[in-house]
C-alpha cells in the first residue's frame, strides 16, 4: 500500500516546485545583498538566512499537505473551522494589525509578521471548492445552491478592501471567478450572478470612488504611458523606470549573476516585487525564461490533474489554486514590465516573504496529494474512481457527490 502510494506522487510537479524554490533562494540572496546594508543596516545576507527558514518551515508544511488526504478538508467540521478562522483573522486586523504601505494588512509578533489575506487566498478556495462539490445536484438553484457561498465571499473581500487592500481582494475575486465557472454551473446561472454582482458592485464603486480612486492610485496607470517623464520619474513611475532599466540592462544573456547594478540602491525592495527584474537584468532571457516555463508548467499541470480528477471537490481544488498561482504570476510579471499597474504581488516561490510562502507550500502540497489521489485511482482502484461517490441523478444527469 505504502509503495503503492509513493509511486503515484507526481515527483515532476513536486522537482518543479523545488527548483523555483532553491532558484528564488539564490536570487533572493543576489538582489537583497545591497537593499540590506543601505537601508536595514543588517548582514548582506539577512533575507537569505530568513528565507532559508521560511523554506525549512516550507518543506514541513508541504509534506503534510502532500501526505494527509485532502478529502478530510471538505467535512463540515474543517469548513467551520477555515471560516471562523478567516473571518476573526481580519477582523482582528482592525484592533490589533499593523500598517504597512498604507494598509493595515499585517500582524506584528516581535520581529515576525503574518498577513493573513495570504492564507485567505486559500481558505476560500478550499471553502469554494467544499461547498459546491457538495451541491452539484442542485447546483443551478440560485438560493440554495448559488448564494452563500458568494455572500461568504463578499464579505472576506469587503474587509480586506477596507485594509485597504485591493490587489488581494482582486486577486481573492478572480481565483473564485474560476472556481465557479468550473464548478458545474449554467452559462444561464453564471450570467445571472453576473448580473446580480454589476447591479450590487457599480453603485458601490461610484459611492466610493473618491476614496478608491485616489490621486496615488490613478498615478499608477498614468506612469504607464511614460514612467521617464519629469512628473514621473522621480514619484509614481520610480520603481516602473529602474525596472524597465533593469530588464534593458540584461538584454539576451545578461549582466552574470550578481552583477545587476539596479539592485544597488536604485530598484527599491528588489528581493520582493521586483525580483524578476534582477533576474532579467542578471540572467537575462535565459533566466526569465527558466521561472516562466516552471510556474507555466505548475499551473497547467495543476489544471490537467483538475481535469482528470472525477471528484468535484479535488477538481475544483487543483483547478483554483493552479489559478491562484498562475494570476499573481501573471499580475507580479505583468507589474514589474508595465502592462498593468504596480500591485505589490509577490512572485510565487521567488520573491522573499514569509506569509507568501507558506500558504503556498500548504496549496501545492495539496495539489500534489490530489495528483496523487488522481493516480492512484486511476491505476490501482480503476473501478473505484467514480463507484466509490454517490450518484445523484437531477434532470437526467448523473452527479457523483
Not at 177 to 196: A, D, E, R
Not at 374 to 379: A, F, G, I, L
Amino acid at each position: 500500500m505504502g509503495k503503492k502510494i509513493l509511486k503515484s506522487y507526481d515527483y515532476s510537479l513536486i522537482i518543479a516546485i523545488i527548483l523555483l524554490c532553491i532558484f528564488g533562494l539564490v536570487m533572493i540572496y543576489s538582489s537583497s545583498i545591497a537593499w540590506t546594508v543601505q537601508k536595514y543596516h543588517y548582514p548582506s545576507d539577512y533575507f537569505y538566512q530568513k528565507q532559508k527558514t521560511w523554506l525549512l518551515l516550507f518543506t514541513v508544511v508541504f509534506v503534510v499537505a502532500a501526505i494527509v488526504p485532502y478529502k478530510i478538508m471538505k467535512f463540515t467540521q474543517v469548513m467551520v473551522v477555515i471560516v471562523l478562522t478567516s473571518l476573526l483573522l481580519l477582523l482582528g486586523l482592525f484592533w490589533f494589525g499593523d500598517v504597512t504601505n498604507g494598509a493595515r494588512s499585517w500582524y506584528l509578533i516581535g520581529s515576525f509578521k503574518f498577513q493573513p489575506s495570504e492564507f485567505v487566498k486559500l481558505a476560500v478556495i478550499i471553502y469554494l471548492a467544499a461547498v459546491y462539490a457538495k451541491k452539484q445536484s442542485y447546483i443551478n438553484h440560485f438560493n440554495k445552491g448559488v448564494m452563500p457561498p458568494i455572500i461568504f465571499l463578499f464579505i472576506i473581500c469587503f474587509l480586506i478592501i477596507l485594509q485597504p487592500d485591493y490587489g488581494t481582494a482582486s486577486i481573492i475575486g478572480f481565483i473564485a471567478c474560476m472556481v465557479i465557472f468550473c464548478s458545474g454551473m449554467s452559462f444561464k446561472t453564471i450570467g445571472k450572478l453576473l448580473l446580480i454582482a454589476l447591479i450590487v458592485l457599480v453603485p458601490l464603486v461610484f459611492a466610493a470612488k473618491g476614496y478608491i480612486f485616489s490621486e496615488k492610485r490613478l498615478a499608477r496607470f498614468q506612469v504607464l504611458e511614460n514612467p521617464f517623464a519629469e512628473e514621473y520619474v522621480q514619484k509614481a513611475g520610480y520603481h516602473l523606470a529602474n525596472s524597465y532599466i533593469a530588464i534593458g540592462s540584461g538584454g539576451v544573456n545578461g549582466l552574470g549573476l550578481g552583477k545587476s547594478i539596479q539592485k544597488l540602491g536604485y530598484l527599491p525592495e528588489a528581493h520582493t516585487d521586483f525580483i524578476m527584474a534582477v533576474i532579467a537584468e542578471e540572467l537575462g532571457i535565459w533566466g526569465v525564461g527558466f521561472v516562466i516555463l516552471l510556474l507555466a508548467y505548475i499551473v497547467l499541470r495543476g489544471i490537467y490533474i483538475g481535469l482528470q480528477c472525477k471528484d468535484p471537490f479535488g477538481s475544483l481544488l487543483a483547478i483554483g489554486i493552479s489559478s491562484m498561482i498562475g494570476i499573481q504570476s501573471f499580475i507580479n510579471l505583468a507589474g514589474v514590465s508595465g502592462v498593468i499597474p504596480l500591485t505589490g504581488v509577490p512572485l510565487p516561490f521567488i520573491s522573499y516573504g514569509g506569509s507568501s510562502l507558506l500558504m503556498l507550500a500548504a496549496a501545492s502540497g495539496i495539489l500534489v496529494n490530489v495528483s496523487m489521489f488522481v493516480k492512484y485511482e486511476k491505476k490501482y482502484k480503476p473501478e473505484q474512481a467514480v463507484t466509490d461517490k454517490k450518484p445523484v441523478t437531477k434532470d437526467g444527469k448523473v452527479f457523483y457527490i
